[in-house]
């Protein structure tokens, strides 16, 4: 664990809480012999995960290409002459 954490701007308490929520999610295993720890990350969670961010992506892609559509378009006073 403090090899993970001597690159960091960040304690090493706060690495290993922030591990442990990473552990708890299923993205990292730990394990533990002697006095090392060891951590090493779940593939197919982080998979999971990529895919879950790629549907979030292509939904608000969408919103903000109709919202930009929208936005573009004249409003009732614009584009007409009296």
């Given at each position: 664990?403090?090899?993970?954490?001597?690159?960091?701007?960040?304690?090493?308490?706060?690495?290993?809480?922030?591990?442990?929520?990473?552990?708890?999610?299923?993205?990292?295993?730990?394990?533990?012999?002697?006095?090392v720890r060891t951590c090493r990350i779940e593939p197919?969670?982080?998979?999971?995960?990529?895919?879950?961010?790629?549907?979030?992506?292509?939904?608000?892609?969408?919103?903000?290409?109709?919202?930009?559509?929208?936005?573009?378009?004249?409003?009732?006073?614009?584009?007409?002459?009296?």
């Open positions: 664990m403090s090899e993970l954490a001597a690159p960091l701007t960040m304690s090493l308490a706060a690495v290993v809480q922030h591990l442990q929520v990473l552990e708890t999610a299923g993205i990292v295993r730990s394990e533990k012999v002697g006095r197919e969670a982080l998979r999971a995960g990529e895919s879950w961010l790629g549907r979030q992506r292509t939904t608000w892609e969408t919103r903000l290409d109709d919202l930009g559509d929208f936005l573009a378009e004249p409003g009732p006073s614009e584009g007409t002459t009296s």
